[in-house]
């Protein structure tokens, strides 16, 4: 007997909404939740987009994957960085298990799939593509029928969302949602297969571009404004096309809907490197006189024994003797360092030095291994109520106006997962999911063992 299986992965959305109250206005996913399993998923470290949804779909960590966030150290040169896509990706994912058991998927837009490689069935790449000059399908031929299969314009993503156009970015992110959906279903109903997944990114777009305008717990938040009910809008729409998908599946169909991460309100940023600059870890030959982007030219390097970058969270990297090209930390001393800057951190305050929460991991505590070259440590600033600003010449540590553009979401440990149809009267996971069992578990729904290199076990 054929077994189906779809993943409907949203990206960034947080339990708090999802299961809150506005679930009584969301009776798709009720219906789900009805009759399976459901709780909150616990992310990776840290919990972002790249890696977490490629972690989710190998049961490998970042560490063992390689791939650290967007951008990653190819060297220890102090600016030799790269943007990481999917031929970085050395794991067998799911998709390259199910085809070698004779298995056909349809995979769409799921993150770090660009550029798409060959499988046992059809792929469309992820927001890293660079525009749809690139070729971002398997088989190629497939990109020709896109905007027709979407009845309009594919869209790979919301360009530039963080701005101040809400009404220009609040269509475009409807209009993605609502053509990728109509993509899929479309290539469901056309295409022979087995398992099928999609990633819709207009969740995230959505909270990092209209947070302020729902919390009410943001400084920024005002009562009675235009956007209030946008995001509660959006989450029905969201929960209409998951209704309008599961009315197109064939009845037996197993359906997970899932999210890589969270979201919730930002409360400002640090500077991470002016923090550093105020220890005494990092100098730099000048300062400027204003805000300024952060690049390895700025910094007198024979005076410097850390530095950081800016992000969802912090990144500081260590200048070792023998290992960066002009090191000032003797490796006898890197675990003392990276221990005092921890407890420094972790006792970092506010603007009226009230302490903020901050957490901070050292990568060989928290993957299986470190492959490629990791950061020294990985900062939640606040427990990622704050985030990283890699930007020096601010004159202050504390931060409200965000250096990449306008957003007042950070990620959140925390997403969402449910799962319809399981097909075993498994435990029921009512508390936390972890994101390495989604792919063990998957396997085991088409009766595939776990291979033995997967963090996770089957649910």
Known sequence: ??????????????????????????????????????????STIPPITVPAWMSMMTSHDPGTLGVYGFRNRKSYAYDDTFTVNATHVQARTVWNILSRNRLRSIVMGVPLTYPPK????????????????????????????????????????????????????????????????????????????????MVEMGPDRIHHAFWRFIDPGHRLYQAGNEFEDVVRTYY???????????????ADTSVIVVSDHGAKRMVGAIAINEFLIREGYLTLKSVPASPTRFSADMVDWSRTR????????????????????????????VARVKQELKEKLEALGDENGKPIGTRVFLPEDVYRECRGIPPDLIVYLGDLDWRSAGSVGNGSIHLFENDTGPDDANHAPEGIFVW?????????????????????????????????????RPL
């Open 420 to 456: 319809h149809g399981r097909g075993k009267s498994a435990t029921r996971p009512t508390e936390k999911v972890s994101i390495y069992d989604v792919a063990p578990s998957i396997l085991d729904f088409y009766s595939i063992p776990t291979p033995a290199d997967m963090i996770g």
């Open 118 to 197: 060959p499988l046992n069935g059809a792929m469309i790449g992820c927001f890293l593509t660079p525009d749809k000059s690139a070729t971002f399908t398997y088989p190629p031929e497939l990109q020709a029928r896109l905007d027709t299969l979407a009845g309009g314009e594919y869209l790979i993503d919301v360009k530039d969302f963080r701005n101040d156009r809400r009404r220009e970015t609040l269509a475009q992110i409807e209009i993605m949602t609502e053509r990728r959906f109509r993509a899929f279903r479309a290539l469901l109903k056309e295409d022979d297969w087995d398992f099928a997944m």
């Open 306 to 333: 850390a530095w950081g970058d800016g992000g969802y969270y912090a990144r500081i990297f260590l200048n070792v003797a023998g290992r960066e090209p002009n090191g000032q930390i003797a490796p006898a001393d």
């Open 236 to 250: 029905i729409e969201m929960d209409a096309e998951i209704g309008r998908t599961l009315d197109a599946l064939p």
């Open 1 to 42: 007997m054929s077994r189906r299986l779809v993943v409907i992965g949203l990206d960034c959305v947080t339990p708090q909404l999802l299961f809150g109250p506005w679930l009584d206005e969301l009776p798709n996913v009720r219906r789900l939740m009805g009759d399976g399993l459901h709780g909150r998923l616990q």
